[in-house]
């Protein structure tokens, strides 16, 4: 079997929760759109982006997997590595190709430094990742993931929170504080020139979005 055998859409839709709003399946297959694109014009390599762009939140289960997966955000990426290791390697990918896919979904999260994109196939799955983190999108995701958490989408950060970045003792972490704490960063942790051509009206419409949001909140 060639190495471009990779999973179809729909064979991966199975490894995502239909029920999540903000890392389910609707946000891989805008990033499957995202991606393509910037492959196109940053000369990276599509089917292993295409690839990554499949598993790298993917959730599906193989008894011969070393991890399972879990409910925890922080490290979901390291098992859908792993996961995407295991069905690549039945699918007779080289391990010099799988080595790569994982690459980049070990390096796509924002807020774990400890793996950074080397390759162009990384860094376009990064920033594909965390284009849809910010602008419209990112502002619904956004108040998704804060309903989920049972966080308000708006609560006035306090002085404390402010200098720190941390919420202190009581406070909730609202739609707003991620916003403040995460989302209006991105834009400047973009690796392509593609990407942060394509960033700079997203941001715009986010930070439009939340102003209001506290303006309208405040009364």
Excluded: N
């Excluded at 990779?6 to 946000?27: C, K, L, M, N, S």
């Excluded at 590595?81 to 690459?103: K, M, T």
Aim: net charge negative; with cysteine; aromatic share 8%.
């Amino acid at each position: 079997m060639e190495d471009h055998a990779i999973p179809t859409v729909e064979q991966a839709r199975q490894w995502y929760a239909p029920d999540d709003p903000v890392h389910g399946f609707d946000h891989v297959l805008r990033l499957l759109k995202l991606a393509e694109r910037l492959c196109a014009l940053e000369g990276a390599d599509l089917e292993i982006v295409r690839a990554a762009v499949l598993f790298h939140d993917a959730q599906g289960e193989l008894p011969d997997a070393a991890s399972k997966p879990g409910p925890a955000r922080h490290d979901h990426h390291l098992y859908s590595a792993d996961f995407a290791g295991v069905v690549l390697e039945r699918a007779d990918w080289s391990a010099e190709r799988i080595a790569a896919v994982q690459h980049c979904i070990l390096a796509h999260r924002f807020r774990d430094a400890g793996v950074r994109p080397q390759t162009r196939e990384a860094m376009v799955l990064f920033d594909a990742d965390k284009l849809d983190a910010i602008g419209a999108v990112g502002a619904a995701r956004a108040i998704a993931y804060a309903a989920r958490q049972g966080q308000p989408f708006y609560a006035k950060p306090t002085p404390g929170v402010l200098v720190s970045g941390r919420v202190q003792p009581g406070e909730p972490h609202s739609a707003y504080h991620e916003y403040l704490f995460k989302l209006i960063k991105i834009k400047d942790r973009l690796f392509t020139d593609t990407a942060r051509a394509l960033a700079q009206e997203r941001q715009q419409r986010m930070i439009d979005f939340f102003e209001a949001l506290a303006v309208e909140s405040e009364g």
